[in-house]
């Protein structure tokens, strides 16, 4: 099958953004209703869009869809700012979470590295589903493991998660877990986007050298 993908990440398969240069209030994130599901570690996550707007974490596979078009739920009405940064970047986004990680070792991150499945259903032609993030918590000693296979420590580089870094990962190509050494949660937002014009200007207007 053929998708529209995006140039700026062909070579290493992510980007590093610019960090988000707004604060995000923490009760955005504290208040949401979160649901224990597990993925990559110890995690949590409260579903700001989904499916059909139910709070689930579910693929959305499972109802018959691509992970395109999500629909917001409840938490939505609590997390304005992330909504915003959600809706600026103009694609269309499927899947909106927060995760909640619990803290862990490099260790535990090598056992949980994994690719995502986010281009089930997706419609050949169409854009290729990424995911992009937003560090909420300042996690200066943590970060993103990523690697082109789970057993190629060659290719393994480290994304940083200090609060307000922003990344673009190819979650399906590469295969990722996060190291997260500190002695609280660590939050971020993360985002099902589908490649295209409208994500490339995004990410062009918010590379560290403004585009």
């Known amino acids: 099958m053929s998708y529209?993908?995006?140039?700026?990440?062909?070579?290493?398969?992510?980007?590093?953004?610019?960090?988000?240069?707004?604060p995000v209030d923490p009760a955005e994130?504290?208040?949401?209703?979160?649901?224990?599901?597990?993925?990559?570690?110890?995690t949590n996550f409260a579903p700001i869009a989904s499916a059909f707007g139910e709070m689930e974490c579910r693929g959305f596979w499972d109802h018959g869809k691509a992970d395109k078009d999500g629909?917001?739920?409840d938490n939505a009405e609590k997390c304005p700012?992330?909504?915003?940064?959600?809706?600026?970047?103009?694609?269309?986004?499927?899947?909106?979470?927060?995760?909640?990680?619990?803290?862990?070792?490099?260790?535990?991150?090598?056992?949980?590295?994994?690719?995502?499945?986010?281009?089930?259903?997706?419609?050949?032609?169409?854009?290729?589903v990424v995911r992009a993030w937003l560090?909420?918590?300042?996690?200066?000693?943590?970060y993103m493991v990523v690697r082109e296979s789970k057993d190629d420590e060659?290719?393994?580089?480290h994304i940083p998660l200090r609060a307000g870094a922003q990344f673009v990962v190819d979650t399906e190509r590469l295969w990722h877990?996060?190291?997260?050494?500190?002695?609280?949660?660590?939050?971020?937002?993360?985002?099902?986007?589908?490649s295209g014009p409208e994500l490339e200007k995004w990410i062009e207007a918010n590379k560290p050298n403004g585009g």
Request: proline share 5%; hydrophobic share 35%.
């Open 4 to 22: 529209v993908k995006l140039p700026v990440l062909e070579e290493t398969g992510f980007i590093q953004l610019r960090d988000f240069d707004r």
């Open 29 to 42: 994130w504290m208040n949401m209703e979160y649901i224990d599901w597990k993925s990559g570690g110890d």
């Open 71 to 73: 629909i917001w739920t």
């Open 81 to 128: 700012t992330l909504v915003k940064w959600t809706e600026d970047a103009g694609a269309v986004y499927g899947r909106v979470r927060v995760i909640k990680l619990e803290p862990n070792t490099y260790e535990d991150a090598i056992r949980n590295l994994h690719p995502d499945d986010n281009n089930r259903l997706n419609p050949d032609g169409s854009g290729w």
């Open 135 to 142: 560090n909420l918590t300042d996690d200066v000693d943590s």
């Open 154 to 157: 060659a290719s393994e580089k």
């Open 177 to 194: 877990a996060v190291c997260h050494p500190g002695d609280e949660p660590r939050y971020a937002l993360i985002v099902s986007f589908e």
